[in-house]
């Protein structure tokens, strides 16, 4: 009995020492622990990159020739009127001739411009005006012959003398000398597609030739000539062409009346008598004449030299083309001029004249007011009117120093 309790005391204290060394153990544990606060650390934010934009040469869109074919033109902002005076003029001048020809100009240029083509295309050949002959029709016209025809009129010694040239496709050249006859040399080109058609190129166009005392009318016929409103013939419909250059030699007292349309310049020299000269497609010259009349042509120059000072009113006009006028020392006339993409120059002192007033014209409600668009200036004392009108293209006024 007393054994068996000792064995449970020796248990006893083993088990108190044990738990002292686990309670003292577990203190320890507990005191050196140290606690640890985990914060969650966000992801690194990607970089931002600030896009780079690149930005190169700008190029202009290259802008190609622009061509003018169009019927109507539109408003057009019209530059200073530069009128450069080779002669001492006063100030005065300038400021009176540097003046602006309209600040705005509106459909009534259409109506101007007009005149000066159905002026100068006669309603029997304005079927034929707009025909442009190229290589690829000269291709086609594989047959082609060619003929000089030479003939002389008589003319009266005294009355009045006309020499009439009604042309469509060549050149006129008229020379004035000491003859009392009209001499005249024509060569003809015909040009076909096939020898068929050339023989009837020889028979459908004439040169049909009249004369009534002392007035001469030389005029190229064919079916180009067509008589309809709204007739639409090119030469090449028919499968020919034909081509009439005119060489004439006329007495010097004589008035001209001459045109031509197209593949054909126009020259008269020489001649004291009054003149109308037409063109379409070439230019004009004309070189030592007296008289009056008009000079017109629509794509090319206008070149005029006076023997003697027109006595009458005259005009000369061209649309894409400059004017060229050359006068006597005594020159005295009044001038009217207008251009739209040229200068003026005088070898002349001029005198400004005043500007002529809008004028009104009342169409129902409306009123349209019309400006006078030429600049006029006088030359000595004035006298008659000289009219210079073109598109493009300088006008001169010179002096024939011979």
Same mark, same amino acid.
């Given at each position: 009995?007393?054994s !068996?309790?000792?064995?449970f005391?020796i248990?006893l204290?083993a088990y108190?020492?044990?738990?002292?060394?686990?309670?003292s153990?577990c203190?320890?544990?507990i005191?050196g622990q140290q606690?640890?606060?985990?914060v969650?650390?966000?992801?690194?934010?990607?970089?931002?990159?600030?896009?780079?934009?690149?930005?190169?040469q700008?190029?202009?869109p290259?802008?190609?020739?622009?061509?003018?074919t169009a019927p109507?033109?539109?408003?057009?902002?019209?530059?200073?009127l530069?009128?450069?005076i080779?002669?001492?003029?006063n100030?005065?001048?300038?400021?009176?001739l540097?003046?602006?020809?309209?600040?705005?100009l509106n459909?009534?240029l259409?109506?101007?411009?007009?005149?000066?083509i159905?002026?100068?295309?006669?309603?029997?050949?304005?079927a034929v005006?707009d025909?442009a002959?190229?290589?690829?029709?000269?291709?086609?016209f594989?047959?082609?012959?060619?003929e000089t025809i030479?003939?002389?009129?008589?003319m009266?010694?005294?009355?009045?003398?006309?020499?009439d040239?009604?042309?469509?496709?060549?050149?006129?050249?008229?020379?004035?000398?000491a003859?009392?006859?009209?001499?005249?040399?024509?060569?003809?080109?015909?040009r076909a597609?096939?020898k068929?058609?050339?023989e009837?190129?020889?028979?459908?166009?004439?040169l049909?030739?009249?004369?009534?005392?002392?007035?001469?009318?030389?005029?190229?016929?064919g079916p180009?000539r067509?008589?309809?409103?709204d007739?639409?013939?090119?030469?090449?419909?028919?499968?020919?062409?034909?081509?009439?250059?005119?060489?004439?030699h006329v007495?010097?007292d004589?008035?001209?009346?001459?045109?031509?349309?197209n593949?054909?310049?126009v020259?008269?020299?020489?001649?004291?008598?009054?003149?109308s000269?037409r063109?379409?497609?070439?230019?004009i010259?004309?070189?030592?004449?007296?008289?009056s009349?008009?000079?017109r042509?629509?794509?090319?120059?206008?070149?005029?030299s006076?023997r003697?000072?027109?006595?009458?009113?005259s005009?000369?006009?061209?649309i894409?083309?400059?004017?060229?006028?050359t006068?006597?020392r005594?020159l005295?006339?009044?001038?009217?001029f207008?251009?739209f993409?040229? !200068?003026?120059y005088?070898?002349?002192?001029?005198?400004?004249?005043?500007?002529?007033?809008?004028e009104?014209?009342?169409?129902g409600?409306k009123?349209?007011?019309?400006?006078?668009?030429?600049?006029?200036a006088?030359?000595?004392?004035?006298?008659?009117?000289i009219?210079?009108?073109?598109?493009?293209?300088?006008?001169?006024?010179?002096?024939?120093?011979e």
């Amino acid at each position: 009995m007393a054994s !068996a309790r000792k064995r449970f005391g020796i248990i006893l204290a083993a088990y108190a020492v044990g738990g002292v060394f686990l309670v003292s153990f577990c203190a320890r544990k507990i005191a050196g622990q140290q606690v640890e606060v985990k914060v969650p650390v966000p992801p690194p934010l990607p970089s931002i990159v600030s896009p780079v934009i690149h930005v190169g040469q700008i190029a202009p869109p290259e802008i190609g020739p622009i061509t003018i074919t169009a019927p109507e033109i539109g408003p057009i902002s019209v530059p200073d009127l530069n009128l450069e005076i080779n002669s001492d003029l006063n100030s005065e001048l300038n400021s009176n001739l540097n003046v602006q020809l309209n600040s705005e100009l509106n459909s009534e240029l259409n109506q101007n411009l007009a005149p000066a083509i159905s002026e100068t295309i006669t309603p029997t050949v304005a079927a034929v005006a707009d025909v442009a002959v190229n290589a690829a029709e000269d291709d086609d016209f594989r047959a082609s012959d060619q003929e000089t025809i030479q003939k002389s009129f008589a003319m009266p010694a005294s009355g009045p003398k006309s020499l009439d040239i009604d042309n469509v496709w060549g050149s006129i050249e008229v020379s004035a000398d000491a003859t009392d006859k009209v001499e005249m040399t024509v060569v003809r080109t015909n040009r076909a597609e096939s020898k068929d058609k050339l023989e009837k190129a020889k028979k459908e166009v004439t040169l049909d030739i009249s004369q009534d005392g002392g007035a001469l009318k030389l005029y190229v016929n064919g079916p180009f000539r067509c008589q309809c409103d709204d007739c639409r013939r090119s030469r090449d419909d028919d499968g020919y062409a034909v081509k009439m250059d005119f060489q004439v030699h006329v007495p010097k007292d004589i008035d001209v009346h001459i045109k031509t349309v197209n593949e054909g310049h126009v020259r008269v020299r020489g001649t004291n008598g009054d003149f109308s000269v037409r063109n379409v497609n070439g230019d004009i010259e004309m070189d030592n004449i007296s008289g009056s009349g008009t000079a017109r042509t629509v794509n090319g120059p206008v070149k005029v030299s006076f023997r003697q000072n027109p006595k009458e009113n005259s005009d000369f006009k061209t649309i894409n083309g400059s004017v060229e006028l050359t006068f006597a020392r005594d020159l005295s006339a009044d001038f009217r001029f207008k251009t739209f993409n040229g !200068a003026i120059y005088s070898d002349f002192p001029v005198t400004a004249m005043p500007l002529h007033p809008m004028e009104a014209e009342h169409r129902g409600a409306k009123v349209i007011y019309r400006a006078d668009r030429f600049t006029e200036a006088r030359v000595n004392a004035g006298g008659p009117q000289i009219q210079i009108e073109n598109l493009n293209g300088d006008i001169r006024i010179l002096e024939n120093h011979e």
